[in-house]
């Protein structure tokens, strides 16, 4: 919600900025821009607690898109890994199968889940930033903070692989991002694999809550990150 007192103080700031941001779009200069942004965004928005509902909502929601994502990469690589095996290997298959059924019907469900917290997302700059910075589909290389995130979970970007550059499938856009606990090579690197030990799992996915008071810097740069790119 908008700070009445804050409108009627900053009216000549706020039309410098909407100047700014028709230059600045069209220019190389991202981060500037996204930096402006967020100082509007201090200036103007007050209402951290829809905010902060309306972030952790929607960041959780993309990682869920990234874990079934992944998680059908590894099951597609298990199935042509098992298709070719044993017959106890193939017995497996069936239930690979079935569970790829399942995380399809998962992923629309997901997808019109982040649609709808997209449409509702609150207006200002928060949102402008927001869709500006998604209009890329590969985004989340932009942000040196993301890629090193990625590498101390123990993730891809801390390996020569490349997994989080060359993104699996073309009808999984909303799925693309770094890893999380289902990404078939970590699992693979971390558990040969076997099932991710707890221990694992929280490394490679730690968890965050935007809605919990005051943040912890976890959660102060997964805001940054996700809601503006910022490192
Ligand atoms: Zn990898
Ligand atoms: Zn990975
Ligand atoms: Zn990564």
Redesign the pocket.
């Known amino acids: 919600m908008k700070n009445p007192v804050k409108q009627i103080r900053f009216p000549a700031l706020e039309e410098i900025l909407d100047l700014i941001q028709d230059v600045a779009e069209t220019s190389s200069r991202w981060i500037n821009w996204q930096i402006i942004r967020g100082k509007r965004h201090i200036l103007w928005e007050t209402d951290w607690d829809v905010v902060s509902r309306w972030a952790q909502s929607i960041i959780e929601t993309e990682e869920r898109l990234r874990q079934i994502t992944q998680r059908e990469n590894f099951l597609k690589k298990y199935i042509h890994k098992y298709h070719a095996g044993s017959e106890a290997a193939k017995a497996a298959l069936p239930d690979f199968i079935e569970e790829l059924i399942a995380l399809d019907h998962e992923y629309m469900r997901l997808e019109r889940i982040y649609d709808t917290l997209l449409a509702g997302c609150p207006v200002g700059p928060i949102r402008s930033g927001y869709e500006w910075i998604r209009k890329e589909p590969q985004w989340y290389l932009k942000s040196e903070w993301l890629?090193q995130d990625?590498a101390r979970r123990g993730?891809?970007?801390g390996r020569q692989c490349k997994c989080?550059e060359n993104p699996p499938d073309p009808m999984r856009r909303k799925g693309w991002g770094?890893?999380t606990a289902q990404c078939a090579c970590c699992n693979d690197e971390l558990e040969d694999g076997f099932r991710l030990t707890e221990r694992n799992r929280r490394m490679l996915q730690p968890d965050f809550d935007l809605t919990v008071y005051p943040w912890s810097d976890y959660s102060r740069e997964i805001f940054r990150a996700y809601i503006w790119s910022l490192d």
Do not use: L, V
Request: glycine share 12%.
């Open positions: 890629r990625c993730g891809c970007c989080c770094h890893c």
